[in-house]
Each structure stands twice: as C-alpha cells, then as structure tokens.
C-alpha cells in the first residue's frame, strides 16, 4: 500500500503521538466530505490524527472514531485519489469492504462508489456479485433521507422510518450534533405516537386531522378542485408544514433540557388564519400539553461529548451551569474548584472558556484566595490560547480580598509573568501557595555563643549573690574605739547580749541575735496574739522609751536574712507577725 | 544542678507568669546584661566612697529598663543604701514654676524605700531612725538614763541636738528642716499625730501655702519647685550620717520630658538635668546616685531630645570608640540592647531549671522544643513590632505549667495557639506633638 500521502508538505513524527491501543480522538464537527482535499481544513491535530488513523487502518487497526465521521469519509476519498493513480480496483474493493465494515456510514458511499466504478470497466460480475450481498444497496436520493439514514442506528420501524422520511433534512447548528438529533428524532417520534392517541380518543387518526386542516389551507388558498391531482399534490405539500412544526416542537423540548438557550420559531406560518387556528387548537395546544412530560421521560442526559459541542455552539451556555455552582456553594471551595474545571473540560471547544476562570475566580475570592488565584491562572492558561490575549487583571477591591500585603501581590505579580513567559502550567499553580507562607523566620543559635552568655550569666549571679547576701548589721555587737595614745588605738567589742542581765527568756533561734529589746517587743507580740494595733505598740515603745518604727525596722533587719522577707508587716493599723513565720523563729 | 532557694525560685517563676519582676531571685534571671551589672555594681561602690553619679539607661520598648532599675533598686537596698522611685509623668517634671516640679519631689519622697520597708513610705521610720540616734547621742553625752532622756526637761535638749546635726550637714533650708523635724519629736513624745503627720507632709512638700504651714508647724518656708533639689540634696546628707550608704534615686518614663510642648520648658528641665550632672560629677554633692531611664528617642532626637541640648549632648555622646562588641559601660549613657536569640535561649534554659527546681518536676522540654517554641512565637504575626521577653517568658512559663499539669498534651498544640499582643504604651506619634 502506499504510504501517507502528504499534502501540507509537512512531515510529521508520529511514533511519540500516540500511545498504541489509546487514541484520544480530535473532535471534528460533522461536515459533508467531498474530496479528500477537505483535509485541508482541518486542525494540526486533526490532520495528525488522520494519519495514525490512517495507518492503523492500513495496518489492521480499526480506532474507534467515537462518532467523528468526518475522518472516515476522508480516508474513503483518500483511497478514491490513490485508485486513480494505480487503478487497482481488487485493492481499493477490499479496503473499501474494510472500510465499510468498520465505519458503518461510509458503507453507503463505499458501495456506491464502488459500483460506479465497476460500472466504468464494465466489470458486470463484480456488479452483480455485490449486488447479490446486499440487497438494500442502492445508491438514490432515498438514501439522505433521515428514516433510511437512522433506521438501524434507532432501531426503527418501517412506520417510523416513513415518518422520519417525511421530515426535511434539519440543517441548524444544534441538529448537526449527532446525539441532538437522535433525542429529537427519538422524541418526535414519541410526541407523534402521542398525538395520534389523543386523536384516536376523538375518534379520528391524525392523519385525518392533518388532512382536514390542510383541506381547509388548500381549499383557501389555491381554487384547486377537491380530489384532483394539483389539489392532493397541494394536501401533502401542506402537511409536511405540519410535520415539520411538531419537529421544531421536539426540537424545542430537547434544547430546552439541554439549556441552549435559542429557541426555534413554532408558529405554523401558513397564510390562512383558519387553518392556523384549527391546527394550533387540535395540534398545538395537545403538543404543549403532552411535550413536557414526555420529554422529561424520554431525553437522555447529554453525553460530555454532547455537551461540549454544545458549550461550542453556544458560547455563553456556561453562565447557567455557574450560577448554579455559585448558588450552592456553602464553603467547600476544593469542590467548587473541582467544579469549575469540569466545566471548563466542558468547554475546551469554547471560544469564551476563559471568561468561566475569571469569572470563578471572582466568585471565590470572597472565600479562599489561594482558590481564587488557582482559578485566575487557569484563565491566563486559556486566554494566552484564545485568539485575542486579553490579560484581565484581577479588579483593586479584589486584590484587596485575597492580599494581605503588597510583598503577596508582587509575589503573585512575578508568578504571572513568569508563566506567561514559560506557560508551565503546573509550575505555576505550585507557586501560589508558598505566596501565602508567611516567611518563617528560622531561629538559630550559636552553642559557642550560648556558653559565653552561661558563663556570664554565672559569673553574674555570684557577684549578685555578693551583693544581695546579708551584711548582717547585729546590733548587739558593740565596737569602740578608745585612742590610747598617739600610736595607739584600742579596739573593743563588746556583745551586748552577753551584758544582758537575760532578764527576758530567749526562746527564740540562737541564729537571730535578737537584743533583749527585740525579745521583749517579740514577747508584747506573743502576748497579744501577734497582732497589735499601731497606736497600742507606739504607747508600749513610748513607755519603753522607745521610738516604735525604728525598734519594728530593727527585728525586721535582724530577722531579714534568716526569713527572706520581713517579721513584721505594717497592714493598715496593725503590726503583724504571721504565725508560720513566728515558728520559724523559734528555737528549734 | 541549679543552686537556687526555693524561695527565690519560687518568687522568679510566680512573678515572671504575672509579668512583673520577682522581687527575690532575680539575679537568676539576668541573662545578657552582665557587663551593665558589672558597670552598676562599681559605679554603687563608687558612691557608697563618697563619689556622686548620674547614669542614663537608654533602651527602646521591651529592652529591659525597667527590669534593670528594679534590679539597682534590689542591689542597692541590699547595699543600704535609701533608694527612691518616681515616673516622669505629663503632671510632674524636673523644672516648674507651677508646681510640677514639687509633685515630682513629692513622688520621691512618697517612694522612699529601705530594705525592710522595700515598697516605698519609709520616710516616717528613716525620720524615727534619725531621731533615736540623735536621742541616744544625747543621751549618752549627757549621761542621762535612755529611759528619762524623752521626758519634758530634756526636751530643749534635744531640740538643740537635732538642730545643730541639721546645720552641719546642710546647707540651704536648713532651719525650717530642723524646726520641722523638731515637731515631729514634740509630735511625738507628747502623743499629737496630727503633728507628726504636719510634720510629715511638710517633708514630703505637701504644703501648697506658705500660710498653712505656718498655722500648722510655725515654719516660714515651704518646699517647693525651686528648692526641692535642695532638699533632696539635705535628704542624701541625713541618709549618709544615718549610716547609710548614700542616696538613690530612679526616674523612669524620660521620655515624657521630651513630650514637654514648649521648646522653652522643655530646654529648662533638660537644664535641670545638666545641673544635676554637673552638681554629682563636680564633687558639689556626695553619695548621691540618680538614674535616668528613657528611650533612645528621648536621648537622641536633635530637635526634642537630651541631644538637642548642646551642652548635654556634649558631655553624653557615645565614645565614638564604642562598637557593638567593644562597649564602655562607664559613660554616664547605658544602652540596653534587646536580648539577641541565644540569650533569650539560655534565659529559657534558666527558667526550665527554676520551674523544675520550683516544683521538683522534670518536664518534658528538650533544648529543641525551646528552640521549636521560640521559632513559633518569634514568627507570630506582630512578633518583630512588639513582642518582648516578658511576654515570651510569660507564655513559656505558662506552657510549662500546662505541661506540668497535663503531661500528655501535645507540645506543638500549645506552641500553635501562642498569640502575641501588642502591650506597648499607646503614644501619639512623638513627632507629632505641637510645638508651642
């Protein structure tokens, strides 16, 4: 076989392209092939796809096309450009048989084809012998027909298949998706069934129906005599008006439940009002009642493939699928987010498909700013791959929401640069969330450092210790100094508590060095159960002959280093001693 | 092992959760700042020989001044020296002719503190003090019986004793001192509170006309703003022949001197301050130790500071030798700089050893986990503005007592839900202050 024909003088490697056994299939919209130069309007991807697909076919690999027909049709005219150079018809009779097998809507064609051919060699057994295999092969005008065309797609009867016949090839943008037509197919079938019970209900077949209000049209609108040729031709002329409105009103069900949004126009349009009105009353009016239902019960939810030719087809169709999103969401933004790039996936046919990640990204920002800045790139990811590189920026009072300085905008200014400039996708989403972080300051020490400063420190506290511990002034030591003489200086201490007449009992600690002063004022405490007002010790001192704040100032001296803390405290009008203190005094 | 009484550990760690310096134990915890201490335990010996000192502690908020003072205060107590502290506030400054300048005088008096009477108002038992042992001296050189030397007949005695001690060691006022503090003997002895207390409150300067004072203790004179120094000066001479070791006194809060609005008075006070500087280091008083806290603001600002005096700009100007690491501590200017990590390590190290001491628990906080827990605090939103480490010891303290009570709660839990709040003064913009 000869090898791929190139016809953008390009070459291409495709061992790397795709992986054996898994085909990802370029979508390419349904068209109506005509040569095999039609290839040339298609996609870089497209094309390259067609040759794997060519190939594999050539080596007996038949990829599922998943409905994108188009190719097939290509490799039909391929074959057809490759017999007129060669005029190998045994080769291109069992491809096309191949070709027919595997891909059931060129087996038509194929055959057709085939047998003009044969037909211009006169090869009259081959004619035959293929006429002989399959019996409904026939290449007419019939064959475009919708019921022929679905018959064995939708399992039709040869009443349904009339029926469809009867209709004109639909030919808008929503019909030219394949699964579209079916639901509408399948529910117009359905919706006529229907009516033809309500009318049996009225004793009447629909037909009758039609035939009356087309009656009352042709009778109108032409001068034709009742029964005559011009006058029945004129009758079902008018009634495939009729059938063609209860088409547009499936139509209308089904892109009603697919949410596309353009409606078709189902006024019956026929110029005489009479005929109008009995047919929006007989027809109508049964169709609006009965068309709801019945397509809720019958249309199948679109298949992604569907709806992302449907987004395609109508580019602000996602609004509708957002504000539902938006609507529920209650917090949970990784779904949200999930969400948001589902329908993009939806999308990805969508010229507009960066619009969802601006306007989600929006949305969000009230929410969670990492989500919001996730979202915003993936707009720029679309964008930089739409025709026109618009390059939103995210509005002031949302840059407010999500920033919490102008270091987390800067930061986010060079992630977006960056990825404009390497489109590392990937790299870019990884470097959202480190913009948040706040800096961790790391603390680190210095084990050197930290032994000079303990060291210090030690040294510190012993010299404090110096300081702080108790001179221990006891003033029961008496120092005098008597001069002698010129040379002479005569030191004597004397300790006053050896001098006492110990008139007092000392029950207190032999540590404290208490005068007998101090233990006679300790006593006057014990005696008043250690507390006494201060006016009452001021009289007891000044009977003494004492001044009572120095003699209070002088035991709480004494006693400050073997407490801590002082004996006596001063609260309002009292002196007190408390009594855990007053045991440590004691002696032992 | 750490060596520390459990009094003192037990100050430190109840203390320090409450945010204020331990009263006891506190040399324990003063990580960082041994050469200061070191400079301030020479400079106390310098005036327990006689010499007279002014000192300047500069540090910005959450260095430590207050720590430092509250530590000169405890050494010096314990050094018997009288020690006294007042806050510079918008109602009490250095210079005034409206009076401010005697609540500041008042503010010192109120807060004289001696170590057995450390929380302030220890005037009263100085005054007795100084009573008895002019009454003892009396007494032995008359020979005449401690017991009877307070009776009527000796009281001219007396009286003329504690007059002629006030003469010699003072120099201005000394009459209406002598004559006050004679009433407060007559107070006294003859049981009349109400004169001891008119005694006192004239000490204290709480007279505000020269009449009341004249009704009530029959002096002329009164204490006010312009001869209150003097009477601090009389106070530091008492305090000495008393037997103590010199006179202390802190004012903290400096900064509210450079919030003075008019550029005149403000120059006045910082005037004041250059004669106390010049009074101290020219040998005009003795024993004599006042320290000055403020921020570095107050010091520096060329327009509003101490530096916008140009004759006290001169005499405290950094030695331009200084560097960070070569430091002289003997200028009259000490900078406090803030703790850097490894002290704030070691310091929380010292703490875990106190806490542990404390309540004899080994809790489970490695040198890692403080390092964890310091990482976290220091990276709290607001940590680098006004986290000090009185808050990270507050919440280290209170996370080791959570540990100690529930041992198997998660350490880096706790760590998380640390939060760091603002505590610092809520100023106006300095700058902003009116110039009037």
């Given at each position: 076989m000869d090898g791929i024909i190139d016809i953008t003088n390009e070459s291409y490697d495709l061992r790397e392209l795709y992986e054996k056994d898994k085909f990802d299939v370029p979508s390419w919209k349904h068209q109506y092939i005509y040569s095999y130069g039609d290839l040339g309007g298609a996609t870089l991807e497209q094309k390259k796809f067609y040759y794997v697909f060519k190939e594999s076919f050539l080596k007996g690999k038949y990829i599922d096309l998943k409905g994108n027909t188009n190719y097939a049709f290509i490799l039909l005219f391929n074959f057809l450009e490759i017999y007129d150079d060669d005029k190998n018809i045994d080769r291109l009779q069992i491809q096309f048989s191949l070709l027919g097998a595997h891909y059931s809507e060129t087996k038509q064609y194929c055959t057709s084809f085939l047998l003009k051919l044969l037909e211009k060699i006169g090869d009259q057994d081959r004619i035959n012998q293929l006429k002989q295999e399959d019996k409904s092969l026939s290449y007419n005008d019939d064959y475009w027909k919708l019921g022929n065309r679905y018959r064995e797609k939708l399992y039709l009867n040869e009443t349904d298949v009339q029926l469809l016949n009867k209709l004109e090839n639909p030919t808008n943008n929503f019909c030219d998706i394949e699964a579209c037509k079916i639901e509408i197919l399948r529910l117009y079938i359905a919706l006529f069934n229907e009516l033809e019970k309500v009318c049996l209900d009225d004793n009447v077949t629909l037909q009758q129906v039609f035939d009356y209000i087309a009656g009352i049209y042709v009778k109108k609108q032409y001068s034709y005599q009742k029964g005559s040729v011009n006058y029945k031709y004129s009758i079902e002329e008018t009634k495939k008006y009729f059938y063609q409105n209860i088409f547009k009103h499936a139509e209308n069900a089904v892109r009603e439940i697919y949410a596309h949004k353009r409606k078709l126009n189902?006024?019956?349009?026929?110029?005489?009002s009479n005929a109008n009105d009995k047919y929006n009353e007989r027809i109508t009016s049964v169709i609006e009642d009965l068309l709801p239902q019945l397509a809720k019960k019958l249309v199948k939810k679109a298949h992604s493939d569907t709806e992302k030719e449907l987004y395609a087809l109508n580019t602000s169709r996602w609004k509708i699928k957002f504000e539902e999103l938006t609507d529920k969401y209650k917090g949970d933004y990784k779904q949200f987010k999930s969400d948001i790039v589902a329908l993009g996936i939806l999308n990805?046919?969508?010229?507009?498909?960066e619009h969802i990640f601006y306007e989600a990204s929006k949305f969000i920002s009230k929410y969670h700013r990492e989500t919001a800045l996730t979202l915003y790139i993936y707009y720029l990811h679309y964008d930089l791959r739409s025709e026109s590189f618009d390059n939103k920026e995210l509005t002031k009072s949302i840059q407010k929401n999500i920033f919490e300085s102008n270091k987390q905008l800067h930061d986010f200014q060079l992630v977006v640069s960056q990825y404009i400039n390497d489109r590392d996708l990937l790299g870019a989403l990884r470097s959202i969330p480190p913009i948040f972080e706040t800096n961790r300051k790391k603390i680190s020490v210095n084990l050197d450092t930290i032994k000079e400063v303990e060291i210090s420190l030690s040294e510190t506290v012993n010299l404090l210790n110096e300081y702080l511990c108790d001179d221990f002034e006891n003033e029961d030591i008496l120092i005098q100094s008597i001069q002698i003489n010129d040379k002479e200086l005569e030191i004597k201490i004397t300790d006053k508590k050896a001098e006492?007449?110990?008139?007092?009992?000392?029950?207190?600690?032999?540590?404290?060095?208490?005068?007998e002063t101090q233990i006679s004022v300790l006593s006057f405490f014990t005696k008043n159960n250690l507390s006494i007002t201060t006016d009452d010790f001021k009289d007891y001192a000044k009977n003494n002959g004492w001044f009572a704040r120095p003699i209070i100032d002088g035991i709480n001296e004494t006693c400050y280093e073997f407490l801590d803390d002082i004996l006596i405290e001063e609260d309002d009008n009292y002196y007190i001693i408390t009594e855990n203190y007053y045991q440590t005094i004691l002696a032992q | 092992m750490i060596n520390i009484k459990p009094k003192e550990a037990s100050a430190i760690i109840n203390s320090l959760i409450s945010g204020v310096v331990p009263k006891m134990g506190v040399q324990h915890i003063t990580v960082g700042r041994s050469e200061e201490i070191n400079a301030f335990v020479l400079s106390l010996e310098d005036v327990k020989n006689g010499q007279s000192l002014v000192k300047f502690w500069i540090g910005d908020f959450g260095s430590g001044k207050s720590f430092m003072l509250h530590l000169l205060n405890t050494v010096a107590m314990k050094q018997k020296f009288v020690v006294a502290n007042a806050d510079f506030t918008?109602?009490?400054?250095?210079?005034?002719?409206?009076?401010k300048g005697l609540a500041l005088y008042s503010a010192i008096m109120d807060n004289v503190a001696i170590q057995t009477k450390p929380?302030?108002?220890?005037l009263p038992t100085l005054m007795e003090k100084w009573i008895e042992q002019v009454t003892s001296k009396t007494s032995e050189e008359n020979n005449i019986p401690v017991t009877e030397i307070r009776n009527d007949q000796y009281q001219k005695l007396i009286s003329a004793n504690i007059m002629k001690t006030i003469n010699e060691i003072t120099e201005v006022g000394g009459f209406d001192f002598g004559t006050v503090v004679i009433k407060y003997y007559e107070g006294y002895i003859n049981g009349d509170d109400q004169q001891c207390r008119n005694a006192l409150k004239w000490l204290k300067g709480e007279y505000k006309t020269k009449i009341e004072a004249r009704q009530d203790l029959g002096v002329r004179e009164i204490i006010n703003d312009q001869n209150y120094y003097d009477m601090l000066k009389n106070f530091c001479k008492l305090f000495v022949s008393m037997g103590y070791s010199g006179f202390m006194i802190n004012m903290d809060e400096a900064i509210n001197l450079y919030k003075i609005a008019t550029s005149t008075m403000r120059e006045k006070n910082y005037e004041k301050i250059l004669t106390i500087y010049n009074d101290c280091f020219q040998g005009k008083v003795n024993n004599l130790f006042i320290n000055f806290a403020g921020t570095k603001e107050f010091l520096e600002n060329e327009r509003r500071g101490l530096f916008s005096y140009q004759a006290l700009k001169s005499r405290l100007e950094t030695n331009k030798y200084e560097t960070a690491e070569i430091r002289d501590l003997a200028q009259p200017v000490i900078r406090l700089m803030p703790l850097d990590h490894n002290e704030i390590f070691v310091l929380l190290k010292k703490l875990r050893e106190i806490f542990n001491s404390n309540y004899k628990v080994e809790i489970d906080i490695s040198d890692e986990d403080i390092i964890s827990f310091m990482e976290v605090i220091f990276n709290k939103p607001g940590a680098s503005e006004f986290l000090t480490p009185r808050e990270v010891i507050r919440d280290f303290l209170n996370i080791m007592n959570l540990l100690r009570q529930n041992p198997h709660v998660d350490k880096s839990c706790l760590f998380g839900e640390i939060e760091v709040s603002d505590e610092r003064p809520k100023d106006d913009l300095l700058d902003s202050i009116e110039e009037l």
């Open positions: 189902t006024d019956l349009g026929l110029h005489v990805e046919k969508n010229p507009s498909i006492t007449k110990d008139e007092v009992q000392n029950i207190y600690s032999s540590e404290l060095l208490l005068s | 918008p109602d009490n400054r250095l210079y005034a002719n409206d009076g929380e302030g108002g220890a």
